[in-house]
């Protein structure tokens, strides 16, 4: 099973200790379920860049979305195990980016015991495929656009551009 995933977090750029700070992840598996979560004690507005401030921060939800690290790696963990029992990968669009919260999560937490511990890019061998995705991601935030920027949302547009760029009989 596939799940794609987005993560949100402080700033590009990492800060004098080579961290940067994890804010929101969200998760849609190839099924339709998803999983998202705001994280409390792992940032503060003074960490964050200007694009964050005024773009990502605005989005989040709070509520039941928000609670602490090893909160969220236990209900994610609990989430990917409830999913199936075959193996699960996790697609981005940004592994270089996304994966290392993904890493250090579960290397605290324990891993999902179905969970693939490498992630998978979203790539395609076809380069119709790739364009076709391309269109779909286009066709996503054309109807979304004023949702970018949070983690659920950008997961969902990952799923639906997949979808978009595996059917068969479509040509763009």
């Avoid at 977090?9 to 004098?16: I, T, V, W, Y």
Wanted: glycine fraction near 6%; hydrophobic fraction near 40%; aromatic fraction near 12%.
């Amino acid at each position: 099973m596939q799940v794609f995933y987005d993560t949100e977090f402080n700033s590009l750029q990492k800060d004098k200790d080579g961290h940067r700070y994890l804010i929101s992840i969200g998760c849609v598996a190839q099924d339709g379920r998803t999983f998202y979560a705001e994280l409390t004690d792992t940032w503060d507005e003074s960490l964050c860049s200007l694009f964050v401030i005024e773009t990502v921060l605005p989005l989040l939800e709070g509520g039941n979305f928000r609670m602490g690290v090893a909160e969220m790696a236990s209900r994610l963990k609990e989430w990917l195990e409830s999913l199936t029992d075959k193996q699960i990968v996790m697609r981005s669009d940004s592994p270089e980016h996304d994966w290392p919260f993904i890493q250090e999560i579960f290397d605290c937490e324990g891993w999902p015991k179905n969970l693939r511990q490498k992630c998978g890019a979203i790539s395609f061998e076809d380069h119709r495929q790739f364009h076709r995705y391309n269109v779909g991601l286009q066709s996503f935030w054309k109807d979304n656009i004023a949702r970018q920027h949070h983690a659920l949302v950008d997961a969902r547009s990952l799923l639906f551009a997949w979808k978009f760029a595996i059917r068969r009989g479509v040509s763009c």
